[in-house]
């Protein structure tokens, strides 16, 4: 009888998870990707997103799309509930539904979520950005303080929401700042007629010292100057201490402290990597730092288990930054190491990092790019962006679409993607005030005995655990 192949789980669509899987598509195994959107998110450009420029499908396309030709990967959507080290199995939940999932080898690549900094309430006020979700929500935010300001008539309300305050210069931050002043003073410059957009104020808050530090003293000058030449005022070295409905509050180095009144805020700070991590460190002889990240061996495995990797934004090691091409990288060499095992080849170097470099926008034409020693600035470093940003955009239709909206926003100044619902603004807010009540099934949006209950028991369904 022939032997079951080894079965690889991957926990995880995003760069680390995706990376992995099309790196084992000639190994002798089966996959299973388990995660908890059907889409794999190009995160970098969410930003574009939330300003109008792009359509979620653009930087977000099916994963099971581009997964389609590889016949050894199976893809589930649903959410890793929890992880068993001892039986080497998952718990997966997704609309009711709960699979049990076994593995041999096991991947995890379920990134980082915002972090608040132990002040998870500011996410009421200051949404963050790490999904479609949040990128849609921030876009009505965004558009939204605008009409409201179109509405009203009291002067100083009127200013309140013209601001837009942007706290994080790192290069979401930057990119966001930025993006946010064009849309003020060009694309929507006409379009109102209580309120001039252009008067609109966009502050960029950080507790450091410089906008984008791992760039280097010089080009963090360079943009911190191109932000301020655009209009964007950048302000440094104070920490925000509070954010409320209607602003948020600043503490100095020297004590000092300023209240800023905002109407549109947006957090960009700091991010706390997948509770899994914490989950698999409780298992295991595994540690996880301040942000949560599993401090996993040279080889990206959990300690004492050689059969578990841990890559990407959740991943500790040799203090790499969370980035695109770590999550890359890791994801493809763990790949390697499971297909070289499976194989008798094993494969036993350690993880190397090759650093490809950094890259920000600031505004249409300007950007700071540093690729080792070379540094570049302005129109050279915003071309070098472009080309890259695209080529990277998985999939031939998302790469042709996301040029001609560049082609739009770039050389008309006006952005196709404007829409903006009352879901999309309330949302979020409306579920977390469900709290335990929101139960969403699979016969119907919501448990429709929580919504009403004279519907009540006859539409309710029964969805046994299955195990895979
Ligand atoms: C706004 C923004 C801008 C950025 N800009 C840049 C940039 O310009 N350059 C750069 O190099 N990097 C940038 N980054 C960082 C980069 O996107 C990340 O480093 C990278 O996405 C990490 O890849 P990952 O696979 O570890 O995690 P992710 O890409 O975050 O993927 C995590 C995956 O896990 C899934 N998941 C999470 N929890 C579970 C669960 N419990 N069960 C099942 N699935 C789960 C998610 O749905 C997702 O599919 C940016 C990030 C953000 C948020």
């Known amino acids: 009888m022939n032997q079951p192949r080894p079965r690889v789980v991957i926990v995880g669509s995003g760069f680390g998870g ?16 388990v995660a908890k959107t059907t889409h794999h998110l190009f995160q970098p450009l969410l930003y574009q997103v939330a300003t109008g420029i792009l359509s979620p499908g653009e930087i977000a396309p099916a994963t099971r799309e581009i ?7 199976r893809v589930l959507m649903s959410e890793v509930t929890a992880v068993d080290l001892p039986t080497r199995k998952l718990r997966a939940e997704a609309l009711g539904n709960v699979t049990y999932i076994k593995y041999d080898y096991l991947i995890v690549a379920a990134g980082a979520g915002q972090s608040y900094f132990g002040n998870d309430q500011f996410a009421v006020f200051a949404p963050g ?14 558009f939204g303080s605008l009409e409201v300001a179109e509405l009203t008539e009291d002067a100083e309300e009127r200013k309140r929401l013209l601001t837009y305050v942007v706290v994080g210069a790192g290069p979401t931050g930057v990119e966001m700042a930025g993006q946010i002043r064009e849309l003020t003073s060009k694309t929507v410059a006409k379009d109102y007629r209580n309120i001039d957009p252009r008067e609109a104020r966009v502050l960029l808050l950080d507790g450091a010292d410089r906008v984008l530090p791992p760039f280097g003293e010089r080009l963090s000058a360079k943009a911190k100057a191109q932000l301020e030449k ?12 509070d954010v409320d409905a209607n602003g948020l ?15 549109c805020k947006v957090w960009a700070a700091g991010v706390q990597a997948s509770p ?28 004492g288990h050689p059969e578990v990797f841990v890559v990407g934004d959740m991943m500790s090691l040799d203090k790499l930054p969370g980035v695109a091409q770590v999550a890359i990288q890791s994801g493809q060499y763990v790949a390697r190491k499971i297909a070289g095992e499976v194989s008798g080849k094993p494969v036993t170097t350690p993880f190397k990092y090759f650093d490809k470099g950094s890259m920000a926008v600031i505004s249409k034409f300007g950007a700071v790019v540093k690729m080792g020693k070379l540094e570049l600035t302005g129109f050279v470093a915003w071309v070098a962006w472009l080309v890259l940003h695209l080529l990277y955009i998985v999939g031939f239709k998302a790469q042709v679409s996301t040029l001609l909206h560049w082609i739009i926003a770039f050389l008309t100044d006006s952005r196709a993607e404007r829409t903006t619902t009352r879901q999309q603004m309330v949302g979020r807010l409306a579920i977390q005030q469900l709290g335990d009540n929101f139960k969403p099934t699979i016969t119907a949006s919501l448990d429709p005995t929580q919504v009403d209950q004279r519907v009540g028991e006859k539409n309710r369904r029964e969805v046994r655990p299955q195990e895979l």
């Open 67 to 73: 997964l389609a030709d590889q016949k050894n990967v």
């Open 129 to 142: 950005m790490k999904s479609i979700d949040d990128a849609l929500e921030l876009r009505a935010r965004i």
């Open 18 to 33: 995706l990376f992995a899987a099309k790196a084992l598509a000639d190994a002798d195994v089966d996959i299973v990707m």
């Open 249 to 263: 509050e600043l503490k100095y180095k020297d004590g000092s402290t300023e209240r800023i009144e905002a109407g």
């Open 276 to 303: 899994l991590g914490r989950m698999i460190a409780d298992q295991s002889e595994a540690q996880v730092d301040r942000a949560g990240r599993l401090e996993v061996e040279p080889d990206c495995s959990v300690p």
């Open 230 to 241: 655009i209009g964007v005022e950048v302000k440094l070295g104070g920490m925000v201490t």
